[in-house]
């Protein structure tokens, strides 16, 4: 069975501080796709990354980067030098084709000036 | 394009009654999914559907029904809503060809007394 779990319910961090949320995922396929989206407290859900399961480069995007290792199974996404504006949910998902995506319960970020 | 379109965004029932949510994508995606946001629970997977005409259940189906009768719609019916039924609700729609990225709609917030 499918599962996502995010280990870190809350995570308060000051400005310009680098925090990780961590994501660790079970599937028995061997072909799936892994994605994060934020929440910001408007409530829409923002789509951030894919990384299918063939593709283990890590991958870098301004601030935000994406640590993907197949071998712990493992997602790991990282703000560098966060800011207010990252404060919001994180979710870790996972998708097996013919199926849906299946979340983890998200990791709340609080970034205080 | 809409994207993803969700009415109500705001819903308040009784005990008992029934009624439908409405879900419409106009990107001709053939994937769609309904999911519920309960606080520290993250997203649940309700129902969803690969393709017209095929629905299969998710996590937490119970007391809902779907049905797909076109690519377009997706609706989501509360056969007697009750209030462990409060909560938001969010529809989206993928393809394949994006490689699954799912579109979320904006959310339906539903209360049931």
């Known amino acids: 069975a499918q599962k996502v779990t995010q280990a870190q319910t809350e995570i308060s961090v000051v400005e310009k501080e680098d925090v990780t949320l961590d994501c660790v995922y079970e599937t028995r396929d061997t072909t799936y796709y892994l994605f994060w989206y934020k929440q910001p407290p408007s409530g829409e859900l923002v789509f951030l990354i894919r990384?299918?399961?063939?593709?283990?480069q890590n991958e870098i995007s301004g601030r935000y980067s994406w640590n993907f290792q197949k071998s712990t199974s493992s997602f790991n996404f990282t703000i560098t030098a966060s800011q207010v504006v990252d404060s919001a949910v994180y979710f870790c998902a996972l998708y097996q084709a013919g199926t849906a995506l299946i979340f983890g319960k998200g990791t709340t970020l609080s970034v205080s000036s | 394009n809409a994207g993803v379109t969700q009415t109500p965004k705001f819903q308040v029932l009784k005990t008992g009654q029934s009624m439908t949510l409405q879900c419409a994508q106009d990107m001709n995606h053939e994937y769609m999914s309904w999911y519920r946001q309960d606080p520290g629970m993250g997203l649940r997977l309700i129902h969803y559907s690969v393709g017209a005409g095929i629905t299969d259940q998710g996590e937490v189906p119970n007391g809902y029904n779907v049905s797909r009768s076109t690519t377009e719609d997706f609706p989501l019916r509360l056969l007697s809503a009750a209030p462990s039924q409060t909560s938001v609700y969010f529809c989206?729609?993928?393809?394949?060809?994006?490689?699954?990225?799912?579109?979320f709609g904006p959310g339906t917030r539903l209360t049931v007394t």
């Open positions: 989206a729609s993928g393809s394949s060809g994006g490689y699954y990225e799912q579109y």
């Open positions: 990384r299918n399961s063939f593709d283990e």
